[in-house]
């Protein structure tokens, strides 16, 4: 049995990822079964970590393994190999062969709060009775307490004790992603995945849901692992930030000096090409060119060479490693701006 | 192999062979910089210059047998030629269903309820549905936001675009092809040769978006209605999309109305905003005024609780977004009144009785709001 979580502030990061990698077989039918032709690799060789209280960001596109990283860390896909390590626990060999004790309690400290708060509610249960389920399966407590436990969670989060027996299709969007947060406080957790939590709110109710997150993080001194692909909602949530491209880490640090100074190309082209709310300043730099490839297409050399103002022949031969630059501050780029 | 295929730069100049459709309107000369500095002239005035457009009053129901969901309740707006309107709004907000009313394609059961939709001289509300069908994709015409379910997926690229010219313009098969290759090099598809005889699952979510835009500009409209074009893209893609819009409006000074919720991307392609709130335009102005001079709480609300790329965080000190209370609108929920006034910070007593009826506050700036000044009127018309 895991012990309950000694002070934070003794210990190294609470969350440590070495060079995680998922990779998908490509397989064409063959005679009698698939053959396996090749493999994509979703998330290549990513590494970070995350330290008790804070809050670090994985920004990218769509496609680039930011969904796929963080799955990976709560097992909700396999990881191919690399390793992850929570407060020094071993989680990938937890899940994959600890026992039902050492797995629930791993899963006490790590939760999830999914992207759409229209498919991550079962339609057909009512709210204490999702919010119970977290409550029976890690037996928090009497069961007679539940009904007191979902009341005080509907409270955290901003919702009245007299919403429990309603069903999700009576809640507004913003509503619904309180309670998918209320679900995952549920157990007491120290660290939140939160996969873009608000991409589908209206803008007045993002508003609301982020400041819902920084109030926790205050009050409950949570750590979270944001995924976004909105910067601007990045920038007010986290301290440090990893910016993903085509499964690769290629900038990570100081979520100030990143916006303010990035030093890959690649960051720099996703912060210009964000359209910001002022007709005087919407005279932008010139936008990268082209697309970015096809996993299944990765370029040799840096991820970024095909797109890159800044490409030197090195660049279409050798990946870039991710290398320090300040004491908070890591690029992956042959000829950092 | 790749960078052969990234988006190459428009052409400096139309190509010189003379196409059958030009049309003085759209495929005339660049305007000239004279004819430029006067469209950024008078665009706040839009009186002032030619109105393509007039939306008067426009209303859209559900209709039922007891009282009508009134979804979308008296907007009125205009655009010029030449001009870009934005309408930006969330969800609920009736942005949608006001721009597919001018096209008559109202989803059932909405149906237009009043109003007038006064285009180039003639009220649509009251065309035939024969005529309706001449007029769409030829002098109006349509970008959708999802480029993967506007395209047909068991057609080609160059079999989609031709049938629009075979309904519309009486071309020679050589011509109608030269068409469509022309114009999908102007919207930046390399080797249009070879994309015509593509399916759409064999290009990129951007790529399909190029190929809409195409298809929308194939009949020379007068009038693009542009519905979340860039929604669905990545942001490096949306840049790209936005790029490519701006070149269009400079070289035809094309007319358009872009409807999006991004205050971000308004404030790049419009030259005036309409904003929406529940069904109704609360206010209205030049691109500049609404973002530098905000009179309405809810454009304030909105545009305070972005948080914004280039501002640095500062949570540390406690800082939290401003936020506009409740959930968004409602199409359900109609008392009388302001339709914002549940959520609104300024609101006062008579805001739930009295509708506020649009108040020109400046020139080419009008707003809907009693604590603006507006005069209050019934909501029922």
């Given at each position: ?337 | ?13 139309l190509?010189?062979?003379?196409s059958p459709l030009t049309s003085p309107g759209l495929r005339g000369a660049p305007p000239?910089?004279?004819e430029r500095?006067q469209a950024n002239?008078v665009i706040?005035?839009s009186d002032a210059t030619e109105t393509l457009v007039h939306v008067d009053?426009l ?17 009125s707006y205009s655009v010029a030629r030449g001009e870009t309107l934005g309408i ?10 006001s721009s597919l009313a001018i096209l008559r394609l ?10 007038r939709i006064v285009f180039e001289g003639e009220d649509l509300a009251g065309k035939s549905?024969e005529d309706m069908r001449r007029l769409r994709g030829k002098r109006i015409a349509m970008v959708f ?16 675009l031709?049938?629009i010219l075979?309904v519309h313009e009486n071309l ?7 068409r469509?290759?022309e114009l999908?090099?102007l919207v ?24 809409c835009i195409a298809r929308a500009l194939l009949c020379n409209p007068s009038l693009v209605l542009a519905d979340?074009p ?14 490519l819009f701006e070149e269009l409006k400079a070289r035809f000074r094309m007319s358009m109305i872009f409807v ?9 392609i419009a030259d005036r905003?309409a ?107």
């Amino acid at each position: 049995m895991l012990e309950p979580v000694p002070s934070e502030a003794s210990l190294g990061p609470l969350l440590t990822v070495r060079n995680l990698s998922k990779s998908y077989p490509v397989t064409r039918s063959g005679l009698l079964r698939k053959k396996v032709v090749g493999t994509i690799d979703a998330v290549r060789d990513v590494s970070f970590s995350v330290d008790a209280g804070e809050t670090l960001s994985i920004v990218g596109e769509s496609g680039c393994g930011k969904t796929t990283t963080a799955r990976s860390i709560l097992n909700l896909v396999d990881p191919t190999s690399g390793e992850i390590q929570y407060q020094g626990r071993d989680v990938v060999r937890t899940f994959a062969t600890g026992a039902r004790g050492d797995v629930l309690a791993l899963r006490r400290q790590m939760q999830y709060v999914f992207q759409d708060p229209y498919l991550s509610l079962n339609p057909r249960w009512s709210i204490r009775q999702i919010l119970r389920e977290p409550l029976r399966i890690h037996q928090r407590g009497e069961s007679s307490s539940w009904d007191d436990q979902i009341e005080q969670l509907l409270a955290r989060v901003g919702l009245p004790g007299s919403y429990a027996d309603r069903y999700p299709h009576e809640f507004s969007g913003g509503q619904r992603q309180r309670i998918g947060i209320a679900r995952a406080l549920a157990v007491d957790p120290r660290l939140l995945i939160c996969d873009e939590p608000v991409s589908s709110l209206d803008v007045s109710v993002r508003a609301q849901v982020l400041n819902l997150l920084a109030d926790l993080q205050d009050q409950l001194s949570l750590s979270y692992l944001y995924i976004s692909h909105d910067l601007g909602s990045v920038r007010f949530l986290s301290r440090r930030v990893a910016v993903m491209y085509l499964g690769t880490i290629v900038e990570i640090g100081d979520v100030d000096a990143i916006f303010d100074r990035p030093r890959h190309h690649y960051t720099a082209a996703l912060l210009s090409a964000i359209p910001v709310a002022d007709p005087r300043r919407s005279a932008m730099a010139k936008s990268v060119r082209g697309e970015a490839p096809s996993v299944t297409e990765r370029p040799r050399g840096c991820p970024f060479h095909t797109r890159c103002p800044a490409a030197r022949p090195i660049c279409r031969d050798e990946v870039p490693a991710l290398m320090q630059d300040d004491p908070d501050h890591k690029v992956a780029c042959h000829n950092p701006r | 192999m790749h960078q052969a295929n990234l988006s190459p730069p428009i052409p400096d100049s139309l190509p010189t062979t003379p196409s059958p459709l030009t049309s003085p309107g759209l495929r005339g000369a660049p305007p000239s910089a004279d004819e430029r500095a006067q469209a950024n002239d008078v665009i706040p005035v839009s009186d002032a210059t030619e109105t393509l457009v007039h939306v008067d009053n426009l209303r859209i129901h559900f209709p039922s047998r007891r009282s009508p969901t009134r979804i979308v309740e008296g907007i009125s707006y205009s655009v010029a030629r030449g001009e870009t309107l934005g309408i930006v709004g969330e969800s609920g907000s009736g942005k949608t269903l006001s721009s597919l009313a001018i096209l008559r394609l109202l989803p059932r059961p909405a149906q237009i309820a009043g109003g007038r939709i006064v285009f180039e001289g003639e009220d649509l509300a009251g065309k035939s549905d024969e005529d309706m069908r001449r007029l769409r994709g030829k002098r109006i015409a349509m970008v959708f936001q999802n480029p993967g379910f506007s395209l047909h997926p068991l057609m080609t690229i160059g079999a989609q675009l031709s049938e629009i010219l075979a309904v519309h313009e009486n071309l020679a098969r050589k011509d109608a092809h030269a068409r469509i290759e022309e114009l999908l090099q102007l919207v930046g598809i390399s080797d249009p040769g070879t994309r015509i005889r593509q399916y759409p699952h064999e290009l990129s979510g951007g790529m399909k978006q190029r190929v809409c835009i195409a298809r929308a500009l194939l009949c020379n409209p007068s009038l693009v209605l542009a519905d979340e074009p860039t929604t669905s893209l990545d942001v490096t893609i949306q840049a790209q999309i936005l790029e490519l819009f701006e070149e269009l409006k400079a070289r035809f000074r094309m007319s358009m109305i872009f409807v999006t919720h991004d205050m971000g991307v308004v404030a790049r392609i419009a030259d005036r905003i309409a904003v929406m709130y529940a069904g109704q335009i609360c206010e209205t102005a030049d691109a500049e005024t609404i973002f530098s001079n905000p009179q309405h709480p809810y454009t304030r609300a909105l545009l305070g609780s972005t948080p914004r790329v280039d501002q640095r965080s500062t949570r540390a000190s406690g800082f939290r977004l401003p936020t506009i209370g409740g959930s968004g609108p409602t199409i359900l929920h109609q008392g009388d009144g302001c339709r914002f006034a549940a959520r609104c910070p300024e609101a006062a007593p008579e805001c739930t009785r009295l509708a506020p009826l649009p108040l020109t506050v400046r020139p080419g700036h009008s707003v809907q709001c009693l604590k603006r000044g507006s005069i209050g009127g019934a909501n029922h018309a």
